[in-house]
């Protein structure tokens, strides 16, 4: 059983999708290499929701999620600031700031982040409550080979890691679409209610590869 164990959180294992609901993925250390891949073979995004659900007691910078391609590290990412309640979402290398938030350490928080190339205009949503819309990049679509990372930020296409930025708690319930969800499907998601997964990753069905000290384990729930 160790041995077995030790292959899960070592090993870079494909994976067929698997459903991984009740589930979570467990960062248990800050390291320059560990972390979870998302595959998906969408290659063309015009708009973008992506939710998870994160337990940290992290104050400084971390990763929540990293969407690159070759032509830009950072053209989809959610990244918490140490500064408190700021949280920074960029859409084509270009970041909006997100003051004010109640990002509690040691709690389960749900976070969804979408952005239309149309309009340009990025939203955030923590814990059910909406931000301020603001503009970062309109007109062009994020578009070539799409690599996506939990734990790790990228700020090279796969890679250019840094400890220092790694995220260490647990995530969960990772979905993205390739538009913009409705206020009430964003609610339904923060609520976990009947929601529709999503269509370019789904926890019910995901595709992931695991590099490094990272877990698979049944998400923790408190019994009262």
């Known amino acids: 059983m160790k041995f ?6 070592l090993t870079a294992c494909a994976a067929t999708p698997q ?4 589930k979570m993925f467990t960062f248990p250390q800050q390291t320059s290499t560990a972390h979870v891949k998302l595959s998906t ?3 063309d995004f015009s708009a973008v929701t992506a939710c998870l659900r994160s337990f940290t007691d992290l104050s400084r910078n971390h990763i929540l999620f990293s969407l690159a391609t070759p032509s830009a590290a950072n053209d989809f990412l959610l990244f918490k600031k140490a500064a408190a309640g700021q949280i920074e979402v960029y859409a084509r290398d ?7 938030q109640e990002y509690k350490l040691n709690a389960w928080l749900s976070v969804c982040a979408t952005w239309d190339s149309a309009s340009g205009l990025e939203q955030l949503w923590l814990n059910g409550k909406p931000s301020c819309r603001k503009f970062t990049s309109a007109g062009s679509n994020i578009t070539g080979h799409t690599i996506i990372t939990l734990g790790q930020e990228q700020d090279s296409h796969g890679g250019g890691f840094d400890a220092k930025q790694s995220f260490v708690g647990m995530i969960s319930d990772v979905h993205m679409w390739d538009h913009v969800l409705s206020p009430c499907e964003i609610s339904r998601y923060m609520d976990n209610l009947n929601f529709t997964p999503g269509n370019v990753l789904n926890w019910r069905e995901l595709d992931f590869q695991i590099i490094g000290r990272v877990l698979l384990e049944e998400k923790q729930n408190i019994c009262y």
């Open 4 to 9: 077995l164990l030790l292959l899960v959180m």
């Open 19 to 22: 459903d991984l609901s009740g």
């Open 41 to 43: 073979t969408r290659e």
């Open 94 to 100: 270009v970041t909006a700031v997100f003051d004010g």
